[in-house]
């Protein structure tokens, strides 16, 4: 007869277990692939060697957890030692190549390709950035260059 007691402790339990997860509102998935390097997962917070000189591929794939997102993926900032990433700045030592295009994969992913130039040496942060009211993402990625 005590399992009475134990049944709403439970859904309380799995409540706050559902809405921690909402905090999590939308994830990005980082893959690079240049000339001399194979398709390579990137996890957020790491620091990747580039040569200097050579051109990358950065695809930013942004799923969206709680499928109704009111900011589009357009409005995700990718900023570069705290500037805002744009094309052909070649003050900025990593040079990105084309505007940056969201394509719709599915109902809660799309996709980006950064093409880049690793035109400098040095270690440069890039940070991605959705400012959302359900939980939003803030990550970067070191690039070192040599």
């Known amino acids: ?3 009475h007691h ?9 409540l706050i277990i559902l809405s921690s997860v909402s905090l ?27 040569q200097e000189g050579e051109s990358y591929t950065l695809r930013v794939e942004f799923v969206e957890d709680h499928r109704k997102c009111s900011i589009p993926p ?7 030692d705290g500037r805002k990433w744009r094309v052909d700045k070649s ?26 130039f690793a035109l400098q040496e040095g270690t440069f942060t890039l940070s991605i950035i959705r400012d959302c009211p359900k939980g939003g993402y803030d990550e970067t990625i ?3 260059i040599s």
Do not use: Y
């Not at 357009?74 to 570069?80: H, K, N, S």
């Open 142 to 144: 070191t690039f070192s």
């Open 1 to 3: 007869m005590r399992t």
């Open 74 to 80: 357009e409005e995700t900032l990718f900023m570069l």
């Open 24 to 50: 999590f509102a939308c994830e990005m998935n980082f893959n690079l692939s240049g000339t001399n390097l194979q398709d390579m997962r990137i996890l957020p917070g790491s620091t990747i060697a580039l």
């Open 91 to 116: 003050e900025q030592g990593i040079v990105l190549q084309d505007p940056i295009q969201w394509t719709v994969q599915s109902k809660t992913s799309n996709v980006t390709l950064l093409p880049f």
């Open 6 to 14: 134990h049944k709403p402790l439970l859904l309380i339990t799995m």
